[in-house]
């Protein structure tokens, strides 16, 4: 089952749907956590929200029933990394999956040397995210690898990473893999896209941090492009045509679909996920609070999108930010 097409009848209440005009978006983008704060995973699962990040050598999970109460939610490490060995240090963009009833958290680790970074995955030993989770296991992509994540469509699994195209770093790709099952990669990679077009080349040629998106008859896969660590960092998406998810031939690229401002810099390393009652659709991402270049200024902030009606997201620019609470249609 590899079409577009097949997956959408899958998917089934998982597509997102908007019942919110194009013109209607958000005057300012909702601050949820303070920097530094980046790389923002979240999902649903019922009626509560699960946000994973790294929290010094290990990764933490926050719970709620509300994603604007993120930054109250208690902030629960459930996982942490040996003193030493090939997953010990660098812990980078952990997301939590819940697979075949099992939760699974996927990360990118290393020894302390960047050139060793792979994706890991460990599993929870019980029906809760909190874990336990057991010993975590390498994923095998062909090298260097980060920002692992997973495509699910009826009982195959996929997944999909920004990875170097040979030993040195430089230049950065997005390659996908067929899984075998939630804790095995069960084929070769595939490079599904590369940073062709100046604006994923601004300072350093990168496409990372992929994220899929489904709309009502389209697959998208969205991404951030250009070096993290500037103000010029944005995402860019591919739209799938309709073909076989590994084939590069099956996507289009479009962009950028959400770029930097005068105000706002640095937006990338987005999620997504609907409301509780499926009416609205947010977008979570990191920005820089300062066009300087570096990391510790990101933050996690979100803000709601909307569909065209020809079936495209359309996100908008990045907003300023504010505190408190959303006037929310939830």
Not at 72 to 83: E, T
Request: hydrophobic letters at 35%; a negative charge; one cysteine or more.
């Amino acid at each position: 089952m590899n079409s577009a097409a097949e997956m959408f009848a899958l998917w089934g209440d998982a597509v997102c749907r908007s019942e919110v005009p194009p013109q209607d978006h958000d005057q300012n983008a909702i601050s949820l956590l303070p920097a530094p704060s980046q790389d923002p995973w979240i999902i649903r699962h019922g009626n509560r929200y699960y946000f994973s990040e790294s929290k010094g050598n290990g990764i933490a999970i926050r719970e709620t029933g509300d994603f604007m109460d993120l930054a109250r939610a208690k902030q629960q490490v459930v996982w942490k990394a040996p003193p030493t060995g090939p997953y010990s240090r660098n812990i980078w963009a952990p997301e939590l999956h819940v697979l075949q009833g099992r939760w699974y958290l996927y990360f990118a680790a290393d020894d302390g040397r960047n050139e060793n970074h792979r994706m890991w995955v460990t599993r929870s030993e019980t029906d809760s995210p909190f874990g336990p989770y057991g010993e975590a296991t390498t994923l095998e992509t062909g090298g260097w690898a980060i920002d692992g994540t997973i495509l699910q469509s009826g009982d195959e699994l996929y997944l999909f990473w920004s990875g170097w195209p040979g030993t040195r770093d430089g230049r950065q790709n997005l390659y996908g893999a067929r899984m075998a099952n939630p804790m095995t990669v069960s084929s070769p990679r595939v490079l599904v896209a590369e940073p062709t077009e100046a604006w994923e080349q601004h300072v350093m040629p990168l496409c990372e941090g992929p994220q899929f998106l489904h709309g009502e008859r389209k697959l998208f896969l969205v991404y951030s492009a250009s070096a993290s660590w500037t103000r010029h960092y944005c995402l860019g998406m591919l739209v799938n045509t309709g073909g076989n998810i590994l084939d590069p031939a099956a996507w289009r690229k479009v962009g950028p679909v959400f770029e930097p401002t005068d105000s706002v810099w640095g937006v990338g390393h987005c999620s997504f996920v609907t409301s509780n009652d499926g009416k609205e659709n947010w977008i979570f991402y990191h920005a820089k609070t300062s066009p300087d270049d570096g990391w510790d200024d990101r933050s996690v902030r979100a803000q709601r999108f909307v569909w065209t009606a020809g079936g495209l997201p359309d996100f908008g620019k990045p907003l300023s930010i504010r505190g408190g609470r959303n006037k929310s249609r939830r």
